[in-house]
């Protein structure tokens, strides 16, 4: 299995199973895996329902859990519960979407509902105990799955385009064209478009697909080739064409009905 299909496996796992953490027995295996490891890297859908799970210490052992939340461009947030008072405390936590799972004496894991693409940043709950500080870090990777069109710019020349996309999207041709370089536009929010374009000559290949791979899925999308199909790519271009055409058949209708009606007067006047 290649890298991006097991990433991809791994991302609607995670959609999938978003709604609740691993349980106990398997935290506690994977737990010092991912301490050996450090930070964890975690992939999750736009617009789904992100939990982030604390290290699997018992509640009986705790003193205080602190979720540090730092988002590139915000103040970093502290949401904290002391056990012994019951108590828990907030600092520069403004968005609603961030909150305990449920009352933290309860479970003290975090959750994103529902995940926005500024919920990109790095996540850690510190757990204190009598017998030292535990801690699970994630790094969260917000992705946009993009929207995939394909059209035909002019004779037997293709475009395909990711948009808006995150990361950026990869796209290949079947058949392989006279491509392009591939374009790149970057966006504010993080999001990428690509665009290729791609010519085919001669007249053996009737049909092309575009084939966009993405972490959050594949898609393609075929086109056939119409020889005869010539457009500027540009509308307002296409319009005064059209325009032009209409206007010089008008004036060729003209001039012949002037030139019979003419003719008709000459035969009416030797008649006389």
């Known amino acids: 299995m290649s890298a991006s299909r097991l990433l991809i496996s791994i991302i609607i796992m995670v959609s999938a199973s978003s709604s609740s953490c691993m349980d106990g027995k398997q935290m506690t295996q994977n737990y010092s895996k991912m301490s050996a490891e450090g930070n964890i890297s975690q992939p999750v859908l736009m617009d789904t329902n992100a939990m982030l799970c604390c290290p699997p210490i018992e509640f009986r052992n705790l003193i205080i859990i602190v979720w540090e939340i730092i988002i590139r461009g915000q103040p970093s947030c502290t949401k904290a519960y002391r056990k012994e008072t019951n108590e828990t405390k907030e600092i520069n936590c403004t968005d609603e979407r961030i909150t305990w799972v449920s009352t933290p004496d309860q479970n003290s894991d975090l959750q994103i509902h529902p995940v926005a693409i500024t ?121 005064l064409i059209i325009l032009y055409v209409k206007l010089s058949l008008f004036v060729v209708i003209l001039v012949t009905t002037g030139f019979v009606f003419f003719q008709r007067i000459n035969c009416v006047r030797k008649s006389l």
């Open 119 to 239: 919920h990109d940043g790095y996540y850690r709950c510190i757990m204190a105990t009598p017998d030292g500080n535990f801690h699970r870090g994630y790094h969260l990777q917000v992705l946009v799955t993009p929207e995939v069109t394909l059209f035909q710019s002019r004779n037997r020349t293709a475009v395909c385009k990711a948009v808006a996309g995150k990361p950026a999207a990869q796209i290949s041709w079947i058949p392989a064209g006279d491509c392009a370089p591939t374009e790149h536009e970057y966006w504010g929010n993080g999001t990428v478009t690509v665009k290729s374009t791609c010519h085919w000559e001669g007249h053996n290949v009737s049909t092309v697909t575009c084939h966009v791979s993405h972490l959050t899925g594949n898609k393609s999308l075929y086109i056939k080739l119409n020889s005869g199909l010539r457009t500027s790519g540009s509308p307002a271009l296409d319009l």
